[in-house]
């Protein structure tokens, strides 16, 4: 029965991860952990996420549309609303979307194939945030030899002399641009004047020679008499001039970091993220969508797995049937040996891409950087899979992994030989669970979403167990490369601890 489960979860991790046409090999440097029962995505807590960009509001907006009688509604409270009021709580609603769409990708998680959140762990924003803060660049000890310096000295005195005014060269490359530039606007300017004027227009292409003309003389003054060549090219080369890339990418990390966040009341600052396909949640819209049927199910796959491909466990619901008194976590396995033969499966799959603007991890490649305090080399990542909480490392700055992707499938058909009667035993011994699963999928799930009570009830009255809807069954994981590369203990000392003893008082 488990080996049933696990090619179902062999064949999504590659799909989702991907092959190497050449190699025909999983992309290392990712893995995937799989819930032990899927969790339903409805569409009422995802859709229309609130954008900065403004892309939400129209789904803010109240309907206007006309209604016809019989498929108006009842009078209720919200039937007073003026619709500034029904925009207000549109808005908030979106907003409120957003914060869930936002929690749900950022946790930690651990890393193994089984899905589970690190106990007592930061979030992966608050991780971020105490990485960027805490870096700082090493100063390099190389420096431009005598050749380079002559060539950037020889560039500077083309356009500055030594008490920093422009060169008679320069002002002169200057003079002349700024001719041709008028040259040009006179020509655009002729042409706009005549393009309102069907007589000035059809004159135009003779007329508008002399404006040509004009525009060409000054190109070649500019660059016969304005020195363009040399100027140019100083300018250039000291545009190239470098900088250290750990230094520029701590700077522009925080910079991304901060122009992202974003104010939610009684929440806080947490920075933009977006899922795609942006229609993720919507069980009715099929981009992105691919299936999975008993072709794939009963396929041998030939490929090359990674070393942190998924193998299976005892974490991992491996039983027929499973189920729980919450809603986010199974507890009871039932039936793993249970008789399934001629076993039918389709369902639809999505891998759905987690965009995070502010997280801008090409600094961790790097090697010139630390973290100012008593850090030791590698506390953020050994690069390495199944990596623990090391003793005496700090967790805000323990990042070894990031979900970069959600798994989701619906639309999961299922059948075998005498499903019926064992579907309905188990659904009386069940009863009172809120999350019932088949496999690693929800097939009947109740729980409470406010103050609304959430339904996800399989259908079991045709030739197939139909488990509609959408749920969240896998995450997809990079591993981050091994940083930083430097204790902390190799740039810092500790710091003075001497004491001012205050003068004696005079009698």
Known sequence: MAQDVFKIFRDLEMKAVGLDPQSNKMQEGYYCAFRSIGLPIHKDDFSNPYTPSGSSLQGDAPKTDPVDPKDAKSPSASGGLTPAQIYSANIAKSQQNYLNMFLLVDDKLKMNNDYAVMPGSSKVSDSWFAIINGSNGIPPTMELNDQMKASYAAATAKLVDANGDPTTHYQAYMQYEDEWKSKVKALNKAYADAFTDPMKLQAFPVQGVVYQDDVDEAWDRWNSLGFKTDIEKAIATLAAVGTDPAIILIARAKKKYQNSLLEFMGIGQIPYTLLSPATWYDVDNDDGWTEYSSHDFESESHYQASQTSYSGSAGVNAGLWSASASFDHSSQQANANASVKNMKIRFNYCSVDIKRPWLDTSLL??????????????????????????????????????????????????????????????????????????????????????????????????????????????????????????DSSEFEQKASTTTTTAPASKT
């Open 365 to 486: 490649n790097l090697s010139n950087w630390f973290l100012v305090g008593d850090y030791k080399k590698n506390c953020i990542s050994t690069g390495k899979m199944a990596q623990e909480l090391a003793a005496g490392n700090i967790e805000p700055t323990f990042l070894p992994s990031i979900v970069t992707s959600l798994i989701l499938v619906k639309d999961v058909y299922i059948s075998w030989d005498d499903w019926k009667s064992q579907w309905q035993a188990h659904k009386e011994s069940t009863s009172a669970s809120a999350s019932v699963g088949v496999f690693c999928f929800t097939a009947s799930a109740k729980y409470s979403a406010g103050k609304q009570s959430r339904d996800f009830q399989c259908e079991d009255d045709g030739e197939e167990l139909h488990i509609p809807g959408i749920q969240l069954i896998g995450y997809v994981s990079t591993i981050n490369p091994a940083c930083p590369q430097h």
